[in-house]
C-alpha cells in the first residue's frame, strides 16, 4: 500500500471515529435552510426566487467550516516533515487530502442539498441543475480551500485569515453556481454555467495541488 493510499485511509478512519467532522458542516446546511424561511418572507414565490442563491451560499459556508483543520494537525504533529523526509510526492498528498474533505463535506452536501431544498420552494427543474452544479461545484471548494488551508496551517486561529484568503476564489464559483440553478428553474439553458464549473474544476486538479505543497513547504520551512 502506498504512503498516499495510507494516508486517505487514515483520514477516513479518523472521520468515521470523529463523526463530528462530517456532521457539522451538514448540521450547520440544514439550520441555515431550516431557519431562513423563518427569518424572512416564507412565501412559496419569494423562496423559489432566492433558492439557488441561498443553497449555493450555505454549501460555501458549510464547506469553509471544515477547512481550518485540514493540515493543521499534519504540521503539528509532524506528518509533514515525515512525508518530505520520505521523498513521497506532496502534490499526490495535496490530492488526497482534498478528496478525503471532498467524501466527509462537499459530497454529502451535494446528496441531501436536493432534499433539503424543498424547504426553499426550489422549482422541480432545478433539482438536477442544483444536484450537478453542486457535485461540479463543491470538489473546487476543496481545492481552493486546501490552499488557503495550507498557508495558514503553521498559524494559529487561522480560521479568519482563511476566510479572508479563500472567499475571494470562491465569489466566481458561487456565482456560476447559483446561476446554473436559477436558469433551469425559470426553463433556460444552464449549460454553458455547469461548462465552466467543469472547466475551472479541471484547472484547480492541476494547479491547485502545487500551490498546496508550495505552502505546506513554506510552514515547514518556518
Known amino acids: 500500500m502506498s504512503l498516499v493510499t495510507a494516508t486517505i485511509k487514515r483520514d477516513l478512519v479518523i472521520a468515521a471515529r470523529n463523526p463530528g467532522e462530517w456532521l457539522n458542516p451538514l448540521m450547520f446546511f440544514l439550520m441555515v435552510l431550516a431557519l431562513f424561511p423563518l427569518a424572512v418572507d ?3 414565490k419569494f423562496l423559489s426566487k432566492i433558492a439557488a442563491g441561498v443553497v449555493w451560499v450555505a454549501a460555501l459556508l458549510a464547506t469553509l467550516l471544515s477547512l481550518d483543520a485540514l493540515f493543521k494537525a499534519d504540521v503539528e504533529d509532524g506528518t509533514l516533515e515525515q512525508w518530505l523526509a520520505s521523498g513521497e510526492s506532496l502534490f499526490a498528498m495535496a490530492l488526497g487530502k482534498v478528496f478525503v474533505h471532498w467524501c466527509i463535506s462537499g459530497l454529502p452536501l451535494t446528496l441531501v442539498a436536493p432534499l433539503l431544498a424543498l424547504m426553499m420552494n426550489l422549482p422541480e427543474d432545478a433539482y438536477s441543475a442544483l444536484f450537478f452544479s453542486l457535485l461540479l461545484g463543491t470538489p473546487i ?6 490552499v488557503g488551508a495550507a498557508l495558514t496551517a503553521g498559524v494559529r486561529s487561522g480560521g479568519l485569515l482563511l476566510s479572508l484568503v479563500i472567499l475571494p476564489l470562491y465569489i466566481p464559483i458561487l456565482i456560476f453556481g447559483a446561476s446554473a440553478v436559477y436558469h433551469a428553474g ?3 439553458e444552464y449549460a454553458g454555467q455547469l461548462g465552466f464549473l467543469g472547466s475551472f474544476l479541471c484547472i ?3 494547479l491547485t495541488p502545487f500551490a498546496v505543497a508550495g505552502a505546506l513547504k513554506l510552514n515547514l520551512s518556518r
Open 186 to 188: 425559470i426553463g433556460m
Open 141 to 146: 471548494l476543496s481545492l481552493l480551500g486546501a
Open 42 to 44: 416564507p412565501d412559496p
Open 204 to 206: 484547480s486538479l492541476t
